[in-house]
């Protein structure tokens, strides 16, 4: 029965209340940025093109599809980081529902979803920095360009650029979590700004005879590129990671995560709708910066460049908070002995996690330096997927186990709503490849083997 033996909420609250722990300097408008600096990124600038070769104009749908889902997970989300203002995200929520083994798994997929997450994009990062200053005359030597086999023909030794962008970042947040939301909100006021200047410039050139046929691929192609794009919306949950820092969680954590969430879907459905609508779908075959095409393909040269600055800072603030929620997982997993105690360790000036932020720093920079980035983005989807189904079932849980909990925000029609994100979540991971699959069963089998090998023997519950 250890297996599933669940943590006291009250006990858990009280302890994230305690002295010298996480500072608590975040607002809802901190949450709100934060939340967008997660999701803008290497969805709308990179992955908006592969989508619409899958789906057509109908990937418009394919991200109202994605939202839905992830609209459902939201609200349970809200549910329990008002309710749970805990650090560790679902890993806590479930820990306390049902039960330590689902809490370690659940912990071991968000170390696969967010580190991975950081690696990749700083893989994407570091094509559209080479892009920009290959416009000035300069260009890295080719074998520090790309990890090895990453360019087919071509000798490359190491992603030095993707390297150096996740140290940066590692450094920023290991210095306090106040700088890093500062430098987050400045950064994503600007992509949010080149965001809107290419809806507004790119609007002029929208051809409707583009949008016809609007689904050419049915509702396979719009489902296939749902599940695809849904790894344009990962990051609002790193919201909930932030529960201990937060100054006042009941109010202001829905508000984050609801609020970015919805904002980043009108942006997501607006530019795609115009991207389609300027150049046909089958020409973004290929084509890893389909923003930047879609204005070139208009004559609007002068806005690509801006783009490609919007690209770079956008895919920077989802580097740095993925990095943050992963660390603050870390600390949760390592507070409870489940990780090694060292890795919770919060520094007196700082007052972060900080051995905990340089490890994930430098680890998963190497990974992002030495791996392809056709590799690090095959898990990360359904171990997302995985992770809002489960959510959503401890929501269910917890009120019945709990109806007393004192609930600053209620998930709307519950069961149904709850029910419905899984049903969503479900049916978008059946459309994920085969080998996603077996890539997933291996990590959380490694999972089992650690759980059963070191962490329940060091579990703060025995």
């Known amino acids: 029965m250890s297996l599933f033996r669940t943590k006291n909420l009250d006990e858990m609250i009280a302890n994230a209340r305690k002295p010298g722990g996480l500072a608590k ?47 459902f997970a939201a609200l349970c989300y809200a549910e329990f980081a008002s309710t749970v203002p805990v650090a560790g995200s679902i890993y806590t929520y479930t820990y306390a529902t049902l039960g330590e083994l689902a809490a370690w798994m659940i912990g071991w997929d968000l170390l696969l979803e967010y580190g991975l997450a950081t690696s990749a994009v700083s893989v994407g990062w570091s094509g559209y920095f080479q892009s920009l200053i290959s416009g000035f005359g300069l260009q890295l030597p080719t074998v520090l360009t790309a990890a090895p086999g990453a360019v087919p023909g071509v000798t490359t030794w190491i992603n030095l650029p993707a390297l150096i962008i996740m140290l940066i ?41 583009n949008w016809q046929p609007f689904m050419p691929y049915g509702y396979n192609g719009m489902l296939s590129a749902a599940a695809l794009v849904f790894f344009a919306f990962i990051g609002f949950d790193a919201v909930t990671s932030a529960a201990e820092e ?66 770079i800072l956008g895919m920077t603030t989802v580097i740095l908070v993925m990095a943050y929620g992963q660390t603050r997982v870390i600390y949760a997993m390592s507070r409870d002995g489940l990780l090694p105690k060292r890795l919770s360790t919060v520094h007196p000036r700082f007052h972060t996690p900080f051995f905990a932020t340089w490890l994930v720093g430098i680890v998963f920079g190497l990974i992002a330096a030495v791996v392809p980035l056709n590799i690090l983005t095959e898990l990360i989807n359904i171990g997302t997927l995985a992770a809002f189904s489960l959510v959503a079932i401890a929501v ?67």
């Open 25 to 71: 300097v975040l607002g809802p408008f901190d949450l709100i940025l934060m939340g967008i600096g997660a999701i803008v990124g290497t969805g709308i600038f990179v992955l908006t093109g592969t989508g619409a070769v899958t789906a057509g104009p109908a990937l418009t749908l394919s991200f109202i599809v994605a939202a839905v889902a992830c609209g």
């Open 246 to 311: 937060v100054k006042r969680p009941e109010r202001d954590l829905p508000i984050g995560i609801i609020g970015s969430l919805a904002a980043c879907t009108i942006l997501y459905v607006v530019v795609s709708a115009i991207m389609t609508g300027i150049v046909p779908y089958q020409q973004f075959l290929g084509v890893d910066h389909p923003v930047t095409l879609a204005l070139k393909y208009a004559g609007e040269n002068w806005v690509a460049a801006f783009v490609d600055l919007g690209a």
């Open 396 to 462: 269910v849980i917890l009120r019945k186990k709990r109806p007393d909990l004192k609930r600053a925000f209620r998930c709307p029609g519950v069961p149904v709503i709850p029910a419905l994100a899984v049903i969503f979540c479900v049916m978008l991971m059946t459309y994920l490849s085969w080998h996603t699959w077996v890539a997933f069963i291996i990590w959380m089998a490694i999972g089992l083997v650690i759980y059963f090998g070191y962490a329940r023997k060091h579990s703060a519950m025995n």
């Open 169 to 209: 970042l590692t450094a920023m947040l290991s210095w306090g979590v106040r700088e890093s939301a500062r430098l987050n909100n400045i950064m994503v006021a600007i992509k949010v700004g080149v965001v809107l200047l290419f809806i507004v410039v790119g609007a002029r050139h929208v051809q409707p005879a």
